[in-house]
Structure formats: structure tokens, C-alpha cells
């Protein structure tokens, strides 16, 4: 049996990891500038980062291939990020990959 560690607490991943399982819902509210990302989408940065749509730090406009690539993904997906099991870019630039998540989205859920 193998086990993995979450990265964003270092925990083991069903067994004393208390992150969400599941990617952040973006706030419609606080984010009216941003169109209308499906919920389930991953923006995939250059820098290998996952992001969801609403990050704070990013606005809406600087999300375009070929700089930029997304995804839809299941849920539970988000909290599974990582080198190990790294989530490609099905639209925009699909040679992106992401290996890692943003803190300031993984804050926010």
C-alpha cells in the first residue's frame, strides 16, 4: 500500500489531511470581472502553478494561450496536484502542466 502526502500540509492524504478535497469554488461575487469559468476549471501557468479562476493575485485578461493553459477536472482533483500527479492543459496551451498549487487559491477554499 502506498500512501501520499498532501503538499500543501505534508500530511497523509486520507489519513490526517484536513484539506479540501475537492478544488476551490470560485466567489461569483468577489470576482465579477471574471466570465464564466466552469467551477471545476484548473488555469495552468507557465510557471507550472495550478490556479483557480477568481485567484486574486491574477486578473481574467492575462489568461490566454499560448502563454496559458486550463482544464475542466473531477472533483477532488485540486487537492491531488503535485509533481507526482501533475494535471495537463486540455485547452488554451495543452504543453502546459501543472505540478504544484497556488497558496493563495488553496487559501481561499
Known amino acids: 500500500m502506498t500512501t501520499s502526502r498532501c503538499d500543501h500540509c ?3 492524504i486520507g489519513a490526517g489531511c484536513a484539506c479540501s478535497p475537492q478544488p476551490p469554488q470560485r466567489k461569483i461575487a468577489a470576482h465579477p470581472d471574471w466570465g464564466n469559468w466552469d467551477p471545476n476549471t484548473i488555469l495552468i501557468s507557465p510557471t507550472q502553478y495550478a490556479h483557480i479562476p477568481g485567484c486574486t493575485h491574477l486578473s481574467e485578461s492575462e489568461i490566454k494561450a499560448p502563454r496559458w493553459g486550463w482544464t475542466t477536472v473531477a472533483t ?3 487537492s491531488r496536484i ?3 500527479q501533475p494535471v495537463r492543459a486540455t485547452a488554451g496551451n495543452t504543453d502546459r502542466v501543472a505540478t504544484r498549487r ?3 487559491c ?3 477554499a
Open 10 to 12: 505534508d500530511l497523509i
Open 76 to 78: 477532488g482533483t485540486w
Open 82 to 84: 503535485s509533481s507526482s
Open 102 to 104: 497556488c497558496q493563495t
Open 106 to 108: 488553496n487559501e481561499s
